[in-house]
């Protein structure tokens, strides 16, 4: 079974038009999350999602809306592709912890290689 | 914000030779974590650090935080093949779980 799934692999499509991108995770966390790779491989976390609660949205354009229809889902609209949005999209979750001295891992899915022509 | 330094951002070494990789916080860090993400892959968890000046290994991984909490490093003895990838630190501050990437140091091993 696969911890952290995403649809599609791969996505190449034109610029302007508006894509979505799916990420489904089965491991009962609490929490979700979406990181962009450009190609120099640096991973930038653009959005996080406590039980379908936004928490983190990092300067990030507008054009990406994050939407949670529940917690083992986390969901990319992308509207308007421009070339600088290439890059591989990763999503992941983690357990929500209280306390401070409770960290998890982030799980991540395989992520989805846009590419805008 | 938050910032992570990781250096160097790559190492080619010849196999059986071994490989660090640092990472340096402009903030105290509450833990540190450490990934993998081979070639065409996607980042793996391999550890987390939480206490001042903790050491961990994994065979011939050995993973230590700073007494400050500020920095950490990755040692792997005697590289194979299968070492090969991106080993990115993360951090986060106190109280948060939002994790802040380096940029990656990438290992190449020369059979």
């Known amino acids: 079974d696969t911890a952290v799934s995403q649809t599609p692999k791969y996505l190449v499509t034109q610029m302007g038009n508006d894509k979505s991108i799916k990420c489904e995770q089965n491991l009962g966390h609490d929490t979700m999350y979406w990181y962009k790779q450009d190609s120099k491989k640096f991973l930038k976390i653009m959005f996080s999602?406590?039980?379908?609660?936004?928490?983190i949205n990092e300067t990030v354009p507008n054009r990406f809306s994050p939407k949670s229809p529940d917690k083992a889902h986390l969901n990319l609209h992308i509207n308007s592709l421009e070339l600088g949005d290439s890059a591989v999209y990763f999503c992941?979750?983690?357990?929500?912890?209280?306390?401070?001295?409770?960290?998890?891992?982030?799980?991540f899915g395989p992520g989805t290689r846009l590419t805008v022509l | 914000g938050q910032q992570v330094m990781q250096i160097p951002q790559y190492q080619h070494v010849q196999e059986g030779e071994d490989f660090t990789t640092y990472c340096n916080s402009s903030?105290?860090?509450?833990?540190i974590q450490w990934y993998k993400q081979r070639p065409g892959g996607h980042p793996v968890f391999l550890i987390q650090l939480v206490k001042s000046g903790e050491v961990k290994k994994q065979k011939r991984l050995t993973f230590q935080f700073g007494e400050a909490k500020k920095n950490s490093s990755l040692h792997i003895t005697a590289t194979q093949t299968t070492d090969v990838g991106t080993y990115f630190c993360?951090?986060?501050?106190?109280?948060?779980?939002?994790?802040?990437f380096g940029k990656g140091t990438k290992l190449s091993v020369i059979p």
């Open positions: 992941a979750s983690s357990r929500k912890t209280s306390g401070v001295s409770s960290y998890n891992e982030q799980f």
């Open positions: 993360a951090g986060s501050g106190a109280g948060s779980y939002q994790l802040t």
């Open positions: 903030t105290t860090l509450s833990n």
């Open positions: 999602y406590n039980n379908k609660e936004l928490i």
